[in-house]
């Protein structure tokens, strides 16, 4: 009897758990047994793993194996765990030196011909590995450049199964991947949209400023044709780029959903996602039976989620939306556990007045009686609009009034600018706090740290004690109302920077 181990790793999210694969080559009738709660993917792999081997033209063992995944209580998912099943087969079968095979970590999916495939999830997964300390981390050529992304981690590219062993039983230095350069922080492309492009909405150009500068949710209403969409895809290019452990986080999550860019191994701008609005409350939140993916709300970690008719959506879908506004994350609970995605993001919703559209004018007839209104709003429900940090709404501009606005429009790089200034403002005085923008403050330290004066708060509680404000939306005001003092570089926000900040949230105008 002969019995081998190595590890590898399991992916719950985005968080790595180690896993030991155990290997034992003994008396008892011929086949592959696999242990340790595997799904379908998984116990798929007894076929996989003996195709691949006898084709790399290394013996099968004719005896029982047993491959045990220890903890065994933690459900196994995913084709990763072939390279350490076979490595752990070929250990105990004395293909291999047992000693070799103990430390490192191997991923990797494996073809009928022993070549090694690509799996997502790499990030997770090494950054998962590199917490045990000194880790060695054999992964499939192709996910070398994103597995280089993580430091102090030995990396093993291989290609195939036979390079693989050739490596084990020499013990020589691994051999370097193809790519090396694409392990580095890749160089942002200039996006080729630009703020100056939208003529005509000078208090929504300013609402998106504010958004960028204090990472604040915004509700563009009004007709089509004015500019809502623009406006909403031009935000990414006002924001600065994402901080190392900031970029880390967006690009695991990517990699678990398997929708990180071939060409670039990290991502390093912050994400736009824009579903469309048919989309289920699983897609938007993350879901999924036998394995659980991060949703569009996942997606747009650190950037920003763009619902357009956001009224087209189902109420139920919108109002999955509230507690991860709140927490910053959202939590997908199945039958085989619950799994914890990030999820602070950006919210910008943009939304008709009417099904029909058409403003209520002499030019144009709005067809829509008062109560199709109120059930065409009211798919937006109280406590999603409560969430809402500023609220604008954007009109048909006349010939004249686009012509006069032209010589005020800024590019994106003239605003980037201020919001950079602004940001770098509100992380020097967040510095000693675990929140970054001025959206992450919490209330306790609204109302204590940050604690306004009096006379600055007194636009906010009059409005509060008349009940047109609710105490969510006075944390909610105060945490703009620091944004706006950033952007104009003061110390602490005045009466005129709440008030400012008031009307925004009300969509007074400002």
């Known amino acids: ?53 006898v084709n790399s033209h290394y013996p099968w063992p004719d005896a029982r194996i047993t491959v045990s995944l220890f903890p065994a209580t933690l459900p196994k998912r995913g084709s990763h765990f072939d390279l350490a099943i076979a490595v752990a087969i070929l250990g105990a079968a004395g293909a291999v030196p047992a000693d070799r095979i103990a430390t490192p970590f191997f991923l990797g999916e494996l073809g009928l011909d022993g070549r090694l495939r690509p799996v997502r999830g790499i990030l997770p997964s090494v950054l998962g590995a590199a917490k045990t300390g000194e880790a060695t981390v054999v992964v499939p050529a192709s996910n070398a450049a994103e597995a280089a992304l993580v430091p102090d981690v030995r990396v093993v590219p291989i290609h195939d199964l036979r390079q693989l062993v050739e490596w084990l039983r020499s ?70 780029d994402l901080e190392i452990d900031h970029a880390l986080e967006v690009t695991a999550i990517h990699s678990v959903a398997g929708v990180l860019p071939p060409s670039s191994p990290m991502i390093t701008r912050p994400p736009f996602v824009a579903p469309h609005h048919t989309a289920t409350a699983a897609a938007l939140v993350g879901g999924g039976s036998a394995v659980v993916r991060p949703g569009a709300v996942s997606l747009a970690h650190r950037g920003t989620l763009f619902l357009d008719e956001a009224p087209e959506f189902p109420r139920h879908v919108l109002d999955c939306l509230r507690q991860p506004l709140e927490s910053g994350n959202v939590n997908v609970s199945r039958a085989a556990g619950t799994v914890t995605f990030p999820a602070r993001f950006m919210l910008i919703l943009a939304a008709n007045p009417c099904p029909c559209a058409q403003p ?151």
């Open 1 to 53: 009897m002969a019995v081998a181990r190595t590890r590898s790793v399991a992916l719950i999210g985005v968080t790595a758990r180690g896993i030991e694969v155990e290997a034992d080559v003994g008396n008892g009738l011929a086949g592959i047994h696999l242990i340790g709660l595997p799904d379908t993917s998984l116990s798929e792999a007894r076929d996989r793993v003996r195709s691949a081997m």
């Open 360 to 510: 209520a004018d002499k030019s144009d007839v709005c067809e829509c009686s008062p109560s199709m209104r109120r059930r065409y709003q009211g798919r937006l429900s109280g406590p999603l609009q409560d969430r809402i940090d500023l609220k604008v709404t954007v009109a048909r501009s006349s010939k004249r009034e686009l012509m006069a606005d032209r010589q005020f429009v800024e590019t994106s790089a003239t605003v980037a600018t201020r919001v950079l200034h602004a940001r770098q403002r509100a992380a020097k005085r967040l510095d000693s706090t675990p929140w970054r923008t001025n959206a992450e403050i919490p209330p306790t330290a609204l109302h204590g740290e940050f604690r306004l004066s009096e006379a600055a708060m007194k636009p906010i509680t009059s409005c509060l004690d008349s009940g047109s404000l609710t105490a969510r939306g006075l944390d909610r005001v105060v945490r703009v109302s620091w944004t706006i003092a950033d952007l104009a570089d003061k110390d602490i926000p005045g009466e005129e920077d709440t008030a400012q900040a008031l009307a925004l949230w009300l969509g007074v105008g400002a």
């Open 171 to 240: 013990g020589e230095e691994p051999p370097e991947t193809d790519e090396p350069e694409s392990a580095t922080i890749p160089v942002t492309e200039p996006s080729s949209l630009d703020l100056s492009d939208v003529a005509g909405q000078p208090l929504a150009r300013r609402a998106l400023e504010v958004c960028a500068a204090g990472g604040h949710n915004l509700w563009l209403h009004g007709p089509p044709g004015t500019g809502k969409t623009l406006l909403a895809e031009r935000l990414p290019t006002l924001l600065p």
